[in-house]
């Protein structure tokens, strides 16, 4: 009977070098695949350590431009974020992964999948429904729902045994205070000490930013930021007239940056896919300012309607990347209205970046794109065409609806301030 090869979603951590040795004990032949997404990590030795477990082999697959270009890009022009907050770093990250997991199985001839995200999360559906998209008759590996697996391993402290009686080095202690998940775009933190959402995450958590208030520059600093169809085409330092142009230089440029005024900074409780709510604590400097520039943009540029069309349907293709819909039907319907939304979305903003924050303090429109902003019309100085009188009609027929609400139930009850003056 031939040996089945797995391709393994590989970290070099606790779970997946366990998960790894778990496999080989299954008789499978393992080929594991390290996603460079811009993280900072030492890929050697966590090529060397699989071999040394016994992976047949360990694929490096360099994709920041790709992750950069063909998903942290789109998402910037189509101003995703989830429940208000959320800028979807890892998110984004998992379709871009995933293509490098199925391109390995195709070349390896590989038919199984395996990867370490756990039975309550997120990761689990978005890898899977990426895969299946990609190859759908691919056969999926899930340790972490795996009867077997999770009545040996209840957990790390299992784990942690388990890689110890097996001769594999881990960093991972039993009290680890949380997990973390690093890429070009972000840096998410869950898990351990904050799984209590009333306990205030500790300052030494933060990789990508400074405090804001005690290590953040006091002094102010402006970048102009071009668009072109809602993409960010390069960056200019007002301070150094410096210019970035390429989507990695700008991104990297941008997150130094930002880190070093604090910006980017969130702390939430959001709505996993699955049902559960979770605690998260994010940096996403470089990402915070493109959006504060686009969205400025974009309202400046578009009619009224559109972007209230927009903004629906952006809120639609955010849920679609968060909950693993990136490959479907209707993510690529929704991601393609919102592109003949940004068609006029070309131009200029400058954003100023204080501690903790930046935004935007000017704009213009491409003069390819023209712009629905008219100087003249809206100026207080002369009337530009506009006819003051018609205002009148305007209101009027504007609060037939009201009077005819009053009329038939009586006019609006004022409530008055029960609050008295203390002498």
């Known amino acids: 009977m031939a040996i089945e090869k797995v391709i393994l979603a590989y970290s070099g951590g606790l779970d997946t070098s366990c998960i790894l040795k778990w496999l080989l004990e299954k008789k499978y032949e393992v080929i594991c695949v390290m996603a460079d997404v811009g993280q900072q990590e030492d890929f050697e030795a966590a090529r060397q350590k699989a071999l040394k477990i016994g992976a047949q082999k360990v694929i490096v697959a360099d994709v920041k431009q790709s ?67 990609l190859q759908p008759n691919l056969k999926i590996i899930a340790p972490w729902r795996d009867v077997e697996f999770c009545s040996r391993f209840q957990g790390r402290l299992d ?100 880190g070093t005024y604090g910006i980017g900074r969130i702390d939430i409780v959001e709505n996993r896919y699955v049902g559960l709510k979770s605690r998260g604590v994010y940096e996403t400097p470089g990402g915070t300012i493109l959006y504060t520039a686009h969205q400025d943009l974009e309202v400046f540029s578009l009619d009224r309607e559109v972007l209230r069309t927009k903004q629906l349907l952006r809120d639609r293709m955010a849920d679609y990347v968060y909950n693993g819909f990136w490959f479907s039907p209707e993510a690529l319907y929704v991601r393609r209205c919102i592109e003949l939304a940004q068609e006029r979305v070309s131009g200029q903003v400058t954003v100023e970046l204080a501690p903790g924050y930046c935004r935007a303090v000017a704009r213009k429109a491409a003069a390819a794109s023209g ?6 019309l809206v100026s207080m100085d002369v009337h530009g065409g506009y006819v003051p009188q018609d205002a009148g009609g305007f209101i009027a027929i504007n609060a037939v609806r009201i009077r005819e609400h009053v009329r038939a139930f009586g006019p609006y009850e004022v409530k008055e301030s029960t609050s008295k003056e203390t002498k």
């Open 159 to 258: 784990l942690i045994e388990y890689a110890r009686e097996s001769g594999i080095e881990v960093s991972a202690k039993p009290t680890a205070p949380w997990s973390t998940d690093a890429n070009i775009m972000h840096i998410s933190y869950e898990s351990g000490v904050l799984e209590d959402p009333s306990h205030v995450a500790p300052s030494s958590l933060y990789e990508l930013t400074v405090d804001p208030l005690t290590q953040a520059p006091q002094r102010t600093v402006r970048l102009t930021i071009y668009f072109e169809r809602g993409l960010p085409t390069h960056v200019e330092d007002l301070a150094s007239s410096r210019v970035y142009s390429t989507p990695l230089e700008i991104l990297k440029f941008l997150n130094d940056l930002g």
């Open 371 to 376: 712009g629905l902003y008219n100087e003249q």
């Open 67 to 133: 992750f950069v270009e063909h998903y942290i890009w789109p998402a910037v022009q189509m101003g995703l974020i989830y429940e208000e907050r959320y800028l979807l770093g890892t998110s984004l990250a998992r379709p871009c992964i995933s293509v490098a997991l199925v391109k390995a199985a195709q070349e390896h001839g590989a038919k199984y999948l395996a990867h370490g995200a756990t039975g309550k999360g997120n990761d689990q559906v978005r890898f899977e429904l990426c895969a299946y998209a």
